[in-house]
């Protein structure tokens, strides 16, 4: 159990898996520690039947985090993105704790856990703030959409069997036309996501930049790009191609008609992330993909 400290005042917001055993578990053991500690442990309203504990306090709406000290994140990198809706606009730091698989995002594994706590309560952590991404996509006849993400936005074809054009402009001039299943615009954070998978490179979070990744591109020229991080990215589905979609963080999607157009621009918020001890990007980087620093063949000669 983690001793008290300094209690007034505190308060935490607790997110988790709960639809995961293991993920609600672990979820009470923090949030009874952080009561034990002085704490006032909120929890998403949705989430506060199954974590069955008491002296919890249920939050709903986007001002959950408002007003927390931290936000505890218990999960995989789905789990982090979700509680970063609720952090980002309260400015509160996020602290990661990974249940997940990869976990790309989170700070801490599930051994460090009550060390992580610990840190939490003797306010023995620094915090970086990460680059995120505003987006904007109007078109004729409906409202103008407004969203944002930490990882990346997308824009993506709508139906399978066809191919997708669109027009990229990269700071109000005209980049290439594609056709191709989308493009992704992502931040450094999000270069190791789906940027990654679509062929971008590994962009180090201190650096900062926009990439814009295509998507099975059929062209000659699909190059992924790295811009400075003031430019921005314009997208216009072509008015005589399929229906699109438009994805931020995997989490908010909203459809596309042909002729919409979708600005994307360096967020005016970043993400606040907690970093419980100085740890280069170069050892997470080895460690969340197993890279074979040693060699193929473990160095033998």
């Known amino acids: 159990m983690v001793g008290a400290t300094d209690p007034v005042g505190r308060t935490a917001l607790l997110v988790t898996h ?14 009874a520690d952080l009561i034990a500690a002085g704490f006032e442990v909120r929890v998403v309203a949705e989430e506060a039947e199954d974590l069955d504990l008491p002296g919890v306090v249920p939050v709903e709406g986007p001002a959950a985090a408002e007003g927390a000290e931290i936000v505890f994140a218990l999960g995989g990198d789905g789990t982090f993105l979700r509680a970063a809706e609720l952090a980002r606009p309260a400015k509160a730091p996020l602290l990661g704790i990974n249940l997940g698989k990869v976990g790309f995002l989170a700070e801490a594994e599930i051994d460090d856990l009550d060390l992580a706590v610990r840190e939490v309560v003797e306010r023995n952590y620094t915090v970086d703030e990460r680059l995120t991404l505003d987006v904007t996509a109007e078109f004729e006849g409906g409202p103008t959409i407004e969203s944002w993400a930490l990882n990346e936005i997308s824009v993506e074809k709508g139906e399978r069997a066809q191919m ?35 062929g971008g490179p590994v962009v180090w979070p201190e650096v900062e930049a926009l990439l814009l990744v295509p998507i099975s591109a059929h062209a000659l020229f699909s190059r992924p790009l790295v811009t400075a991080p003031t430019s921005i990215f314009s997208i216009t589905v072509d008015p005589f191609t399929t229906l699109a979609v438009l994805c931020c963080d995997g989490r908010r999607v909203y459809d596309l008609p042909p002729g919409a157009r979708v600005t994307v621009r360096r967020g005016a918020l970043p993400v606040r992330i907690v970093r419980l001890r100085a740890r280069s990007f170069t050892d997470r980087l080895v460690a969340k993909f197993g890279l074979p620093v040693h060699g193929w063949r473990g160095g033998r000669r």
Do not use: K, M, N, Q
Not at 18 to 30: F, I, K, W, Y
Not at 172 to 198: E, K, N
């Open 18 to 31: 709960t639809g995961r055993r293991r993920s609600t578990e672990h979820a009470r053991a923090v949030a």
């Open 164 to 198: 997708l054009e669109l027009l990229v402009d990269v700071d109000g001039r005209p980049l290439s036309r594609y056709g191709c299943d989308g493009v992704v615009c992502a931040t450094p954070t999000g270069s190791t996501a789906y940027a990654f998978s679509g």
